[in-house]
T-cell receptor
């Protein structure tokens, strides 16, 4: 069965440090996409970054990068030079191309300390 | 800018009093979704529309219904809200194929008194 696992319920990180949020997934579909979303306390779900299963290079979007290790079925989010505004809940999600619905991880609450 | 809009942002209703939440999109996406999200949990899909085709999740209570009168608008009706229905309700849209992600509205926080 499809599954997304985020093993870190919460993390504290010092401002300006890099942070890695873990995500592992399980699927038997050869074609799938992996997504990271940020949800601040305001509640809006903000799309951050996408990685396709056939993409050869790791996705990057500004300070966000996705460390995609296909053999290990992991898709960790890396935030460089963390800022106070990065404090939020972060969700990893997967969509198999045979089914356009998202499968969600439980989320990681990230708190950036000044 | 193309976007997903939800109204109202906050909704207070009484136990058992019907309530309707609305969602509109300017992205012209074929698929629209309604999620329920309780505190510190992942969003839970209630149902989605692929064009006019309605798809209900197996565990969505009968108390929840939805309407999509056209491509741009989708409504969530809660016929008799209970205290357990207090949550954030998120609307999202996407194209059905390819790398397109789901784009979310700002959500409606529902409080049931």
């Amino acid at each position: 069965a499809q599954k997304i696992t985020q093993t870190q319920p919460g993390m504290f990180v010092q401002e300006k440090e890099a942070v890695t949020l873990d995500c592992t997934y399980d699927t038997s579909d050869p074609s799938y996409g992996l997504f990271w979303y940020k949800q601040p306390s305001s509640g809006e779900m903000i799309f951050l970054i996408y990685q396709g299963s056939y993409d050869q290079q790791n996705a990057t979007e500004g300070r966000y990068s996705l460390n995609f290790q296909k053999a290990r079925k992991s898709a960790n989010l890396v935030i460089s030079a963390s800022q106070l505004g990065d404090s939020a809940m972060y969700f990893c999600a997967m969509r198999e191309d045979s089914n356009y619905q998202l499968i969600w991880g439980a989320g990681t609450k990230l708190i950036i300390k000044p | 800018d193309a976007m997903v809009i939800q109204n109202p942002r906050y909704q207070v209703t009484q136990f058992g009093k019907p309530v309707t939440l609305s969602c509109s999109q300017t992205l012209n996406h074929n698929v629209m979704y309604w999620y329920q999200q309780k505190s510190s949990q992942a969003p839970k899909l209630l149902f989605h529309y692929y064009d006019k085709d309605f798809n209900n999740e197996a565990d969505t209570p009968d108390n929840f219904q939805s309407r999509r009168p056209n491509t741009s608008f989708c409504f969530l009706d809660i016929r008799s809200p209970g205290l357990g229905d207090a949550a954030m309700y998120l609307c999202a849209t996407s194209e059905p194929q390819g790398p397109e992600t789901q784009y979310f509205g700002p959500g409606t926080r529902l409080l049931v008194l």
